[in-house]
């Protein structure tokens, strides 16, 4: 079977490259199942209903997300009510939504994805490889095949987590720098990895926000409103082809499609 991993959206502009793309891609690749994050869809940070709506039409199967994710206070309902939308495993006892989801894909076999979040340079959370192993406990029950989304801000974490799960899981996707690596390979064990998939929004930006801003804030020092940036519109994924039935990757390929025309009038 064949999955899209799609990293961080960026606003409007990371929505429509995604509505543009996505299900032509699932027919061109017969892609059976597409997971994206989406801390950064609503207004280039958290999430909302209605734009984790957008991207299930274009064709989204399941969402992880991050740090940003709590950014709107709406999320927190769609968090407790769609077992869609997943915020990482490691947050601590009682915070609402979930960590790990099973989904089945139209051909009928059953996927967990799994979302966690490092915690070098990040707010100090729960160990996320103790989170994985326990959530791979339960997991791995019921399919061999599991994607995990390890959204942190080191390489080194994300290599580590790699590593890892080396053939326990089917695939290691890097999330949260929004700058796409150029590291994606096949871990001996089975697990594909990637240490950040990239972000999927306008790549003429500061990792997506504008560049007269970020600038700004940099050479002043101080703090400057930063908005989302709209030029050179990409989405970039990685596809992986996993055997159902070990759950192993068998084939690794990263994914760049760029948006031809302007992106519409803005919302939000
Ligand atoms: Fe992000
Ligand atoms: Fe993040």
């Known amino acids: 079977m064949k999955v899209l991993l799609i990293g961080d959206i960026i606003g409007q502009p990371g929505r429509v490259v995604v509505e543009r793309e996505v299900i032509r891609l699932r027919e061109e690749r017969a892609i059976d199942l597409v997971v994206a994050n989406c801390e950064n869809v609503a207004g280039g940070a958290g999430v909302t209903p209605s734009t984790a709506e957008d991207l299930f039409r274009a064709g989204v199967d399941v969402l992880t997300s991050g740090n940003h994710v709590w950014r709107k206070r709406e999320a927190l309902e769609l968090l407790k009510l769609d077992p869609r939308v997943l915020r990482p495993a490691n947050y601590p006892d009682g915070t609402p939504g979930t960590g790990s989801t099973i989904v089945?894909?139209?051909?009928?076999?059953?996927?967990?994805?799994?979302?966690?979040?490092?915690?070098?340079?990040?707010?100090?959370?729960d160990c996320p490889f103790r989170a994985a192993e326990r959530e791979l406990r339960?997991?791995?029950?019921?399919?061999?095949?599991?994607?995990?989304d390890m959204h942190a801000e080191?390489?080194?974490?994300?290599?580590?987590?790699?590593?890892?799960?080396?053939?326990?899981?089917s695939a290691v996707f890097g999330t949260?720098?929004?700058?796409?690596?150029?590291?994606?390979?096949?871990?001996?064990?089975?697990?594909?990895?990637?240490?950040d998939v990239g972000m999927t929004g306008p790549y003429d930006s500061v990792i997506g926000r504008r560049v007269d801003q970020i600038l700004e804030r940099f050479l002043s020092n101080r703090p400057v409103k930063s908005d989302v940036a709209e030029g050179n519109v990409q989405l970039r994924g990685l596809l992986v082809d996993v055997d159902q039935r070990t759950g192993k990757a068998t084939a690794v390929e990263r994914i760049t499609r760029?948006?031809?025309?302007?992106?519409p009038a803005h919302r939000d």
């Not at 089945?104 to 959370?125: C, D, Q, W």
């Not at 949260?176 to 240490?195: K, M, N, S, V, Y």
């Not at 760029?258 to 992106?263: C, M, P, W, Y």
């Open 154 to 169: 080191a390489t080194s974490e994300k290599v580590a987590m790699g590593w890892f799960l080396d053939g326990k899981v």
């Open 104 to 125: 089945e894909t139209l051909s009928g076999h059953k996927v967990g994805i799994l979302n966690v979040m490092g915690r070098v340079f990040m707010e100090p959370l």
């Open 138 to 148: 339960r997991l791995s029950l019921v399919t061999p095949v599991i994607i995990v």
């Open 176 to 195: 949260h720098t929004h700058i796409p690596t150029a590291d994606e390979r096949i871990l001996p064990q089975g697990t594909a990895f990637i240490t």
């Open 258 to 263: 760029v948006l031809d025309g302007a992106i």
